[in-house]
């Protein structure tokens, strides 16, 4: 495996003296107006954090200043420009942060019911970021801002599967009303590197402007054989436009195209002894004779192609009134291939689409700001997965014959989502609040007979053709009604100093994926018993309960926000063993409550030098002991979840001139446990990055020139990173991912 032997270079990542966080603005507007086309290539002065809408108190908004520096090396992995954020912790496979193996844990919740959205859209599918994984459909550097939502959720915010774990929503850059050229090459170890193009049209005509942009990113893993990514590219392009002066319209598109290997994940005696294992990968050869050929580092990989629109109409229906529509597709065709046992191997072939539209109303009525409107979303399966094929491999451990090991016929998931927000100030109090009412229609499935005699070789359609359905292997659609509401308390106490209270209810989908698989390979006696219905009867979305209350003080140098949280899961799904199916699978029959502590601090010491720091202190623990089978129950109560830790720490402090800038950051996490008996417990580690840029203004033709670096893990620290267990597992079969080692990335950016 190549590495850089050139470790010298220093950073992109910089945070900006005494803006390290954001302050607090919660005057209400008297006028809404339609947006202007101009957007300037230029940061806006030195927030690398915005200030809060008046109606989302706890959000987090990352300004283009910092996605530019915060957004790590791909520059296509939107959870890693959030990582320094207190209370989230963001762990990926490879120090890019491009694999498919990541995860993010946001005050104690798993990614699995964080929602993501872009422009307030469901644009991620199902199961992960684009497709299973592989990066973002638009580039980082043609995202305007992102958007946290930690805990309580705005009513007119998050429309996507769950947001019990939070939201994270990107906008984009629109179209400049300047004509210019953005571009930028990086390099870094293990060959990465990537190219990026963005040209923006100017003015067309006196209204119209239009941009469209490239990237290309490729890389080798930093252990083992196989390339992560072996290839993405991206091709986005934004058109903005006024038809009148009262109607506007924003047009995106993106196409995005991913292949790459999977990294090997360790078991427990493997992750406790990292001196010998932690460059264990897939195999880097087949053997003939051998049993182990599903662990072909070619057998473990995937590939996606993506395509997406999103168009944003605004009509001025008065001064103080403003009418959006936002209609949305977007379409995956790609397949992940899979060792699945003793010399099998699976594809999972992976098509999704989906539609839908946003519609909403702002208005300023009675001093108050209002907004209400309607979301819908079609949207196709997985999961579960539809149909998959399993090949025996050849004694030489070559691809064999195949033969359907899923098939299905499945119908969409249809949500609905009525929702209403209002916001008013008065003197020094600020009340909002409102409600979403959500009505989710899930897809009806029907499963197949019989099916390992259908060889792999037919398509699906054929395969259906031929295939007779399973009248016990049936499940219909359910529809779930669930009222969400949220209301926001926030007052100033003086020019410096404001507090604010808060209350959502959030909802995180439930997990069928696992479910069709157990029914299927269930005792003949529970079969006898039970219907692949009565095993999806015991699943329904989770609610949680979130309340927090927060401070915030800002002056010219200082900047200090402490919060204490606390939420409450009810309906929390479980993986539980059936002693009558002799089978694991999900029930929503749990209970579990997080509560904390969480602060961003920033100071000014001189003009050139500032520090920061985001300290967070998480409790989540499950609620009562849970009853696995008959005989047997595990002794959850009060157990932290699977990859918790307690204390999380981010240190650092930055040094900045007219021309250069230096930031190194120290990440410290507690150790956590990797099951939820809390019998596998993870060592505390602490990392060290550091991060600088040069910039040169108005170079020859250039308007700008920056040479940015970065090294990450200065010190090369062998650590466990990414646990590989939900918080809805509990049992312990849980698998683990070394971070990955010192790496470096220098990028040279020029705008024209």
């Not at 990926?92 to 019911?113: M, P, Y």
């Not at 870094?188 to 923006?200: A, E, L, M, P, S």
């Not at 009525?365 to 491999?393: C, K, Q, W």
Request: charged fraction near 20%; proline fraction near 3%; charge should be negative.
């Amino acid at each position: 495996m190549k590495r850089l032997t050139t470790l010298s270079a220093i950073a992109f990542l910089i945070i900006t003296p005494n803006t390290a966080f954001a302050s607090s603005d919660n005057n209400t507007s008297a006028t809404y107006t339609l947006d202007t086309v101009d957007t300037s290539y230029e940061e806006q002065g030195n927030s690398i954090f915005a200030k809060e809408p008046i109606n989302a108190v706890s959000t987090n908004t990352l300004t283009k200043k910092a996605l530019n520096r915060m957004g790590g090396p791909a520059q296509t992995n939107y959870y890693k420009a959030i990582d320094l954020l207190p209370g989230i912790n963001v762990q990926t496979a490879d120090a890019a942060g491009i694999s498919s193996t990541q995860n993010i844990k946001v005050r104690g919740k798993s990614s699995f019911h964080i929602g993501r959205t872009v422009e307030d859209l469901p644009l991620t599918g199902i199961v992960g970021t684009n497709g299973i994984g592989g990066g973002e459909l638009f580039d980082m550097e043609n995202v305007s801002e992102l958007n946290v939502y930690k805990g309580a959720v705005a009513s007119d915010k998050g429309f996507s599967l769950s947001t019990s774990g939070g939201v994270v929503n990107a906008n984009l850059l629109p179209a400049s009303n300047e004509f210019g050229v953005h571009l930028k090459q990086s390099v870094g170890t293990d060959n990465f590197r990537r190219t990026f193009g963005r040209v923006d049209s100017g003015k067309v005509g006196d209204d119209s402007a239009f941009f469209v942009s490239y990237s290309n990113t490729a890389g080798e893993k930093w252990k083992g054989e196989g390339d992560s990514p072996d290839g993405k590219t991206n091709v986005n392009f934004g058109y903005s436009t006024y038809f009148t002066d009262k109607v506007s319209a924003k047009l995106y598109a993106a196409y995005s195209k991913v292949e790459l290997h999977d990294y090997r994940s360790l078991s427990y005696a493997q992750a406790s002894d990292l001196d010998s294992f932690y460059d264990f990968d897939y195999n880097t050869k087949l053997t003939t004779g051998a049993t182990d050929n599903d662990k072909y580092y070619d057998y473990n990989r995937q590939e996606y192609e993506s395509w997406a629109t999103i168009a944003d109409v605004k009509i001025e229906l008065a001064q103080n009134a403003i009418l959006t529509f936002k209609p949305h597709y977007w379409t995956e065709d790609g397949y992940k291939l899979y060792g699945s046992g003793t010399n099998k191997v699976t594809k999972w072939d992976i098509e999704h689409e989906q539609y839908g539209l946003l519609s909403k109303i702002d208005a300023y009525i009675f001093d108050t700001d209002i907004t209400f409107g309607h979301s819908y979303l079609n949207m196709e399966a997985p999961p579960p997965p539809v149909y998959r094929r399993t090949y025996t491999l050849n004694p030489n451990g070559e691809l064999g014959t195949s033969s359907y090991s899923t098939l299905s016929k499945q119908s969409n998931n249809i949500l609905n989502t009525f929702f209403v927000t209002a916001a008013k100030k008065v003197d020094d109090l600020t009340v909002s609040g409102g409600f979403k009412y959500l009505v989710w229609k899930t897809a009806n499935l029907q499963y197949f007979q019989n099916i390992g005699s259908i060889s792999g070789d037919l398509t699906y359609d054929e395969a259906i053709a031929v295939a007779t359905p399973d009248a016990r292997e049936k499940v219909n659609s359910q529809t779930y009604n669930r009222i969400l509401p949220n209301i926001s308390f926030d007052y100033k106490l003086n020019p410096n100093l404001s507090t604010a209270i808060q209350y959502s209810k959030t909802y995180g989908r439930p997990d069928w994926g696992p479910q069709a698989d157990a029914y299927q390979k269930a005792s003949a006696a529970y079969k006898a018993a039970y219907t692949m219905q009565d095993m999806f009867d015991k699943l329904k979305p989770e609610m949680a309960d979130n309340f927090e209350l927060s401070a915030t003080f800002n002056d010219d140098k200082f900047h200090f926000k402490p919060v204490l949280f606390y939420s409450k899961y009810t309906d929390k799904e479980l993986n539980v063993y059936d002693d009558l199916a002799a089978q694991r699978y999900n029930i929503s029959s749990g209970k579990a409550h997080a509560y904390g502590a969480e602060a961003e601090f920033s100071y000014q010491t001189t003009k050139e030098l500032s520090i920061f720091c985001s300290p967070s202190y998480t409790i989540s623990e499950y609620d009562g002991d849970t009853k696995i089978s008959t005989t047997q129950t595990i002794q959850s109560d009060g157990k932290q979840l699977p990859d918790i830790p307690e204390l999380l720490v981010k240190l650092g402090a930055t040094y900045e001139t007219n021309s250069y800038n230096i930031t190194p950051i120290i990440r410290y996490s507690g150790s956590r446990y990797g099951d939820a008996l809390n019998n596998e417990k993870v060592d505390a580690y602490t990392t060290v990055d550091i991060h600088a840029s040069y910039i040169w203004k108005n170079v020859l033709s250039l308007k700008e020139v920056a040479l940015n670096a970065s090294i990450l893990n200065l010190f090369d620290k062998e650590y466990i990173g990414l646990i590989q267990n939900s918080d809805l597992s509990l049992n312990n079969n849980t698998s683990y991912m070394p971070g990955a080692p010192i790496s470096a990335f220098v990028s040279i950016e020029g705008r024209f």
